[in-house]
């Protein structure tokens, strides 16, 4: 997706949520744009970022300059459980070296395939949490919106969030039907994982796509 139509896909999103100061999830932040890009469409808005890979996460620190104070990074993947997990850093050769947008949870499957010019690195071990632990400790009980780019580990984060996704409005994700990633769930197995939720729109692209989730109970 380009830059503008990325921007017109916040802009969308922004006017759904139809408030000044949301909270926003970003989970696996990598660098940051996306959050940036909420931060400047809503300047109040609460924003809480996570990404594991340390190279993005620094990426992060070095790009947000003065956002940094308005923007919560917690450098941890969320998954089903708490503790340490693999995680599998992607790279690439050539001018995509240091290609860090692929990483994941998930041991990549299809993935190698599919893209064949991105690679992974041996697995590097990260802290990860359970969304619902980490709401429950920062005394967060609502969320306004999870943009959320896992890759494949949506399955994951959805177990370790039951509680507070019954909580939460929006849910922005990837989503593709090639397992990328070894046991990434398809949409409409993700969809059966929220049963409270349907899909407001979606954006194809290629062999993978993005969808916006609504939760009808709210």
């Known amino acids: 997706m380009d830059p503008v139509c990325e921007l017109n896909v916040h802009r969308q999103i922004v006017s759904l949520l139809d408030k000044p100061n949301p909270v926003i999830f970003d989970i696996g932040c990598n660098d940051g744009s ?3 890009r909420f931060l400047r469409l809503l300047p109040s808005a609460q924003l809480y970022c996570f990404e594991p890979d340390p190279r ?3 990426r992060f620190k070095e790009k947000m300059g003065s956002d940094r104070d308005r923007m919560r990074l917690s450098e941890v993947a969320i998954s089903d459980r708490n503790g340490m997990i693999e995680f599998h850093p992607s790279n ?3 001018s995509a070296k ?4 692929s990483g994941s949870i998930r041991r990549p499957k299809n993935h190698l395939s599919e893209y064949e010019w991105v690679r992974f690195d041996p ?4 802290e990860t949490r359970r969304l619902d632990d980490w709401c429950s400790e920062a005394g967060l009980e609502n969320i306004d919106l999870i943009w959320m780019d896992v ?9 370790g969030g039951n509680q507070i996704l019954m909580r939460t409005r929006y849910i922005y994700t ?7 990633y070894e046991g990434q769930l398809p949409l409409r197995a993700i969809l059966e994982l929220l049963p409270s ?3 407001v729109v979606e954006y194809p692209r290629g062999v993978e796509g993005d969808v916006l989730l609504k939760n009808t109970s709210l």
Not at 98 to 101: H, P, S
Not at 151 to 159: L, N, R, T
Not at 174 to 180: A, G, I, M, Q
Request: without cysteine; charged residues 30%.
């Open 34 to 36: 996306d959050a940036q």
């Open 56 to 58: 993005a996460a620094a």
């Open 92 to 94: 690439g050769n050539d």
């Open 98 to 101: 240091e290609w860090d947008l």
């Open 123 to 126: 697995p590097i071990s990260v």
């Open 151 to 159: 890759q494949g580990a949506e399955a994951d984060v959805i177990a």
């Open 174 to 180: 990837e989503d593709s039907d090639h397992e990328l």
């Open 197 to 199: 939720f349907q899909m």
